[in-house]
């Protein structure tokens, strides 16, 4: 069973700072690791996902996220925040044997302030 | 692209009332899923479906039936509608085993 931790429930920074959102995993076998958005009073969009190759992943709207086998984590990251970023963030893990069966973390509200 | 549409998008019933929230995908995905969000608690899976007709239970199914007739839909309802069912409910479709689910916009159940 897989399992998802994130630590941070609230975060708040100002526009043009940047943000970096802590994930953490476990499982002991080949994983999907994904970021999802969340806007208020609407359903969840697809940020960016890693299963293999290069640890660090582009997404939309300038977020990356960096995959550390070592420290079992998948931290999302942006370099300057705008205050459309303002959003609950999901971390989610799957099993690759499990196919799209995705684990969410609790979510991280990120609040920006102008 | 696709989109994934949920009805109601508002459910209010009464404690003990049979509810039922429906879901439709133009992705011509094969899965779908129903989660629960609570606030504070993420995401939870309810059932999903991997294909016309198969059900498959998730890690909140008790209290819950759901239906997949067709592939482009899923329902999902509520058997006996409890004050503490009051959640979010989320629909998503996947293709192929890509670990990226599609989601509609969610049916927010209240229940008095």
């Known amino acids: 069973t897989q399992t998802v931790s994130q630590s941070d429930a609230h975060v708040t920074v100002f526009e043009g700072d940047s943000v970096e959102l802590r994930c953490n995993y476990s499982?002991?076998?080949?994983?999907?690791l994904s970021w999802y958005i969340q806007h208020h009073g609407r359903g969840l969009q697809f940020l960016l996902k890693y299963y293999s190759g290069n640890p660090v992943v582009q997404g939309v709207n300038g977020f990356e996220a960096e995959f550390s086998k070592s420290d079992s984590s998948f931290h999302l990251r942006k370099a300057s925040v705008h205050w459309s970023d303002s959003a609950v963030y999901f971390c989610?893990?799957?099993?690759?044997?499990?196919?799209?069966?995705?684990?969410f973390g609790i979510g991280t509200r990120v609040l920006v302030r102008p | 692209g696709g989109i994934i549409t949920q009805t109601p998008k508002f459910l209010i019933g009464q404690e003990g009332q049979k509810l039922t929230l429906k879901c439709q995908q133009n992705f011509n995905h094969d899965t779908m899923y129903w989660y629960r969000q609570d606030s504070g608690k993420g995401l939870r899976l309810i059932y999903y479906?991997?294909?016309?007709?198969?059900?498959q239970k998730g890690d909140l199914s008790e209290g819950y039936d759901a239906s997949r007739e067709k592939k482009s839909s899923f329902s999902l309802t509520v058997t006996s509608a409890q004050k503490n069912e009051m959640a979010v409910f989320l629909c998503?479709?996947?293709?192929?085993?890509?670990?990226?689910?599609?989601f509609g916009e969610g049916s927010k159940l209240t229940v008095l």
């Open positions: 989610a893990v799957s099993a690759h044997s499990a196919g799209n069966k995705l684990t």
């Open positions: 499982y002991g076998g080949s994983i999907y």
């Open positions: 479906s991997i294909t016309e007709n198969d059900l």
């Open positions: 998503a479709s996947s293709g192929e085993n890509t670990g990226q689910l599609y």
